[in-house]
Antibody, heavy 123, light 112 residues
Framework: EVQLVESGGGLVKPGGSLRLSCAAS????????MSWVRQAPGKGLEWVGR??????????EYAAPVKGTFTISRDDSKNTLFLQMNGLKTEDTAIYYC??????????????WGQGTLVTVSS | NFMLTQPHSVSESPGKTATISCTRS????????VQWYQQRPGSAPTTVIY?????PSGVPDRFSGSIDSSSNSASLTISGVKTEDEADYYC???????????FGGGTKLTVL
């Protein structure tokens, strides 16, 4: 059974930093393109960014609102995805979902989803 | 990036057919695959349609997806709508020029 389990969310003051983790199991993590998607309270889904598999270059892409302040990384030896968030703003308050693509389908399709972790940015 | 525009809400009676549209603002809807996700309150999204018209195992065949180049839009059709289908639905695609992922704003389906 595939599992994506996010952790690291919580309350942080504006300007602060937070590091989210996503522990993956049940599929070949090293082959998967991994993404973070967020959802502000009462709002829609917003793609945050992606890291490709090392076989596909291991490159990262980010949505414009977080470019330069968020960093995605992965540790394939521990089947874990990370999201380092710096310079947090109140508008970054959201549930952050870890997602994974499948090698069998379009790589931009979020095949697997975690249950999400809540990040609240408030003074 | 292009935008994907969905109606804010759709209402339908049980047993009828509900259709949710997703219109691409620029570029061809057929250029990149479209996915549809269902999200019930308090839960993570799940896939109901991927790669334009494919249905994951476990999703009822009442759910179907299509694209229409003439209107540059994708559609999610739910036939024989049930109360359990009440949820928010999001379409999703991506921009080939920069690989950015684009979500539609979401549609709240009410079954009454």
């Amino acid at each position: 059974e595939v599992q994506l389990v996010e952790s690291g969310g919580g309350l942080v003051k504006p300007g602060g930093s937070l590091r989210l983790s996503c522990a993956a199991s049940g599929f070949t993590f090293s082959n998967a393109w991994m993404s973070w998607v967020r959802q502000a309270p009462g709002k829609g889904l917003e793609w945050v960014g992606r890291i490709k598999s090392k076989a596909d270059g291991g490159t990262t892409e980010y949505a414009a609102p977080v470019k330069g302040t968020f960093t995605i990384s992965r540790d394939d030896s521990k089947n874990t995805l990370f999201l380092q968030m710096n310079g947090l703003k109140t508008e970054d308050t959201a549930i952050y979902y870890c997602t994974a693509a499948s090698m069998n389908f379009d790589p931009y399709f979020f095949y697997y989803w975690g249950q999400g972790t809540l990040v609240t940015v408030s003074s | 990036n292009f935008m994907l525009t969905q109606p804010h809400s759709v209402s339908e009676s049980p047993g009828k057919t509900a259709t949710i549209s997703c219109t691409r603002s620029s570029g061809s809807i057929a250029s990149n695959f479209v996915q549809w996700y269902q999200q019930r309150p308090g839960s993570a999204p799940t896939t109901v349609i991927y790669e334009d018209d494919q249905r994951p195992s476990g999703v009822p065949d009442r759910f179907s997806g299509s694209i229409d180049s003439s209107s540059n839009s994708a559609s999610l059709t739910i036939s024989g709508v049930k109360t359990e289908d009440e949820a928010d639905y999001y379409c999703q695609s991506y921009d080939s020029s920069n690989e950015d992922v684009v979500f539609g704003g979401g549609t709240k389906l009410t079954v009454l």
